[in-house]
Structures are given as structure tokens and as C-alpha cells.
């Protein structure tokens, strides 16, 4: 059975920093590009963050290029969202989500992580 | 960035009824559109990808159909547990990766 589980999620203030997680099981997570997407409560979904399967190709949204870092340890089939300088719009839930490499969809999603930036 | 406008926002219907939602691109991205199905609480299902092709486990009253930059997803006849919100996405053009901003498919 596929699960990609994330954990991590807490309240913080703004300026503050907290550090995601993503363990997946059920399927090779060495094949598959990994992402992170949001939901600000009520809203669409936005994504964040991919990172290809070698760990070396990254990529942001313009919103949290320079704040946020991915990063992805095939050891423990684990997926990170490092996030720092935090503001009251990064509040969201936060979702993994698998893809394979390449123009296709999103497979597999956790059942996210909900991150509250208040003071 | 491809945008992608979805319509109408809400959509009322009755169980039994056909439903259609409709997705736009602000440029063309070929067939690579995805629809998802949330559902309160719930993370994102993967229902149709490449504009016509059913994830595994999809009931065959999900049909998806379009191109170039006009997509739909159209369900025959609705059923209790298809209420919920569907979200359209591109996969073409990338970075970013973009989603529509959700039809909310309600209990007429």
C-alpha cells in the first residue's frame, strides 16, 4: 500500500522556522520526483517546491524561492521542506505529493501537515 | 506561468444528473491537464490525466476531454460520494506546476 506520511507541522511566529517531513513507503522513491503543494484554509491549491529524483534539481515558487529548501534522503524514503523567515501567508496546509519524472500528474499525496504562522 | 481559470466556481446538481466543468489555460498545454478530487479533510485524488485517461480505480462515469487551452470534466451521472471540490492542473509548461482554483460540486 502506497503513504507518503508528513509530520512537522506546528504554530510559529512570524520570522520563526520549522522543518517539514515526508516518509514514504508503498512504492520505489528513488523513481519519483517529490513535491510539496499548500492549501491556505478555504483556498486552491498552490504548489511549492519539487525535487528530482537525484536530489539535485530544485525548484521553488517565486513566494518562498530564497526561504524554503528541499530536500529528499533516499535512506529513510524521506522527503523535507526546510522553511524559514515564515510569514502569516505561508499558513497552510502542506501536502507531499509523488510524481514520475517528466510531464505527468501527481500519483500520490499525503494527507498533509498544517502549519499556523501567528503571533 | 500558464494560469488556469476553472467554471463556474459552484455547480449545483442532483444525484443521478450530468455534470460538466470546464477549465481554461491561459496558453496552450497541449493534453498534459490533470483533474483532481478533494474531499473535506481529505488530500487531492488523481482522477484523469492527459486530459482523457482515468487513474487507476477511477469509475468510468469520469470522462475528461479538451485541447490546447479548453479542458472539461464531464460526470455522467453523479453519485453521493462525488460531491466534492475538483481541481484542474497543467503539467506542461514548468516551473511552477499550476492548479485551477477549484469547482465545488454541491447537493442541488
Known amino acids: 500500500e502506497v503513504q507518503l506520511l508528513e509530520s512537522g507541522g506546528d504554530l510559529v511566529q512570524p520570522g520563526g522556522s520549522l522543518r517539514l517531513s515526508c516518509v514514504v513507503s508503498?512504492?520505489?522513491?528513488?523513481?519519483?520526483?517529490m513535491n510539496w503543494v499548500r492549501q491556505a484554509p478555504g483556498k486552491g491549491l498552490e504548489w511549492v517546491s519539487a525535487?528530482?529524483?537525484?536530489?539535485?534539481?530544485?525548484f521553488y515558487a517565486d513566494s518562498v524561492r530564497g526561504r524554503f529548501t528541499v530536500s529528499r534522503d533516499t535512506s529513510r524514503n524521506t522527503l523535507y521542506l526546510q522553511m524559514n523567515s515564515l510569514r502569516a501567508e505561508d499558513a497552510a496546509v502542506y501536502f507531499c505529493?509523488?510524481?514520475?519524472?517528466?510531464?505527468?500528474?501527481?500519483?500520490?499525496w499525503g494527507q498533509g501537515t498544517l502549519v499556523t504562522v501567528s503571533s | 506561468e500558464v494560469v488556469m481559470t476553472q467554471s463556474p466556481a459552484t455547480l449545483s446538481v442532483s444525484p443521478g444528473e450530468r455534470a460538466t466543468l470546464s477549465c481554461r489555460a491561459s496558453?496552450?498545454?497541449?493534453?498534459?491537464v490533470a483533474w483532481y478530487q478533494q474531499k473535506p479533510g481529505q488530500a487531492p485524488r488523481l482522477l484523469i490525466y492527459?486530459?482523457?485517461t482515468r487513474a487507476t480505480g477511477i469509475p468510468a462515469r469520469f470522462s475528461g476531454s479538451g485541447s490546447g487551452t479548453e479542458f472539461s470534466l464531464t460526470i455522467s451521472s453523479l453519485q453521493s460520494e462525488d460531491f466534492a471540490v475538483y481541481f484542474c492542473?497543467?503539467?506542461?509548461?514548468?516551473?511552477?506546476?499550476?492548479f485551477g482554483q477549484g469547482t465545488k460540486v454541491e447537493i442541488k
Open positions: 508503498g512504492f520505489t522513491f528513488t523513481t519519483y520526483a
Open positions: 505529493a509523488s510524481k514520475i519524472p517528466g510531464q505527468n500528474p501527481y500519483t500520490y
Open positions: 525535487i528530482g529524483t537525484s536530489g539535485f534539481d530544485t
Open positions: 492527459g486530459t482523457f
Open positions: 496558453q496552450s498545454v497541449g493534453g498534459n
Open positions: 492542473q497543467q503539467y506542461d509548461n514548468w516551473p511552477p506546476w499550476t
